[in-house]
């Protein structure tokens, strides 16, 4: 079946300092990949998506290219902020109703 | 402002109590969903409805129950049957067909007394 896998946290890193998390899928067919961010007692918020391979989703510096040939969809920031800190979810849509989630990963951005 | 609202924020549960959390779309979404989430765990699927009048079990809708009468609401009960409901609840909806994004509300605490 379908599933996500992610990177496991906590990240910890300085402030400007560059963000890759890992997240790596296993799917039949052509699924949608999204990336999430969950702040501290919130729900989550879509922060970038990608449909197809080869394409690059992006928002607010992150970053996340679908790699068929890996089947990967990495987020990257060159420059994160201490206001980056939160959890990011990398998430998977299958064309049916069902998406799949991975566990999160809890990134703390240090000042 | 559209949105999805969900209260309460923070729910307290008795032993052999039911509870239910109520969730509000004003998006005009047709798919509305519910999740469950633990500490260091992804969304589970508790169940889903695509439409008013159907909804469909998830992957642990074991111990809950919903209702989807108007396509604006669908609330979550969480009955006495469900043995560990402590957990962070989320609902969601989405607009259009399959693979489009999720609309996340806020999410509600439930703890167990």
């Known amino acids: 079946g379908n599933s996500v896998t992610q990177m496991e946290g906590p990240v910890t890193l300085s402030e400007e300092a560059f963000l890759t998390i890992n997240c790596t899928y296993t799917a039949t067919g052509y699924p949608s990949l999204f990336w999430y961010v969950q702040y501290p007692g919130e729900g989550l918020q879509l922060l970038l998506k990608a449909t197809k391979a080869d394409d690059k989703g992006s928002n607010k510096g992150f970053e996340a290219t679908y790699r068929k040939e890996t089947t990967s969809f990495h987020l990257e920031k060159g420059s994160v902020q201490v206001s980056d800190s939160a959890v990011y979810f990398c998430?998977?849509?299958?064309?049916?109703?069902?998406?799949?989630f991975g566990t999160g990963t809890r990134l703390k951005v240090l000042a | 402002d559209g949105g999805i609202t969900q209260s309460p924020k923070y729910l307290f549960r008795k032993e052999g109590q039911n509870v239910t959390l109520s969730c509000e779309q004003n998006?005009?979404?047709?798919?509305m969903y519910w999740y469950r989430q633990d500490p260091g765990q992804g969304l589970r699927l508790i169940y889903y409805s695509q439409i008013v009048n159907d909804f469909q079990k998830g992957d642990i809708a074991e111990g809950y129950s919903v209702s989807r009468e108007k396509k604006e609401s669908f609330p979550l009960t969480v009955t006495s049957a469900q043995k560990n409901p402590t957990a962070f609840y989320l609902c969601?909806?989405?607009?259009?067909?399959?693979?489009?994004?999720?609309?996340f509300g806020s999410g509600t605490q439930l703890s167990v007394l």
């Open positions: 969601a909806s989405r607009f259009g067909q399959n693979n489009e994004k999720l609309f």
């Open positions: 998430a998977l849509g299958s064309g049916t109703y069902k998406y799949i």
């Open positions: 998006l005009n979404h047709d798919a």
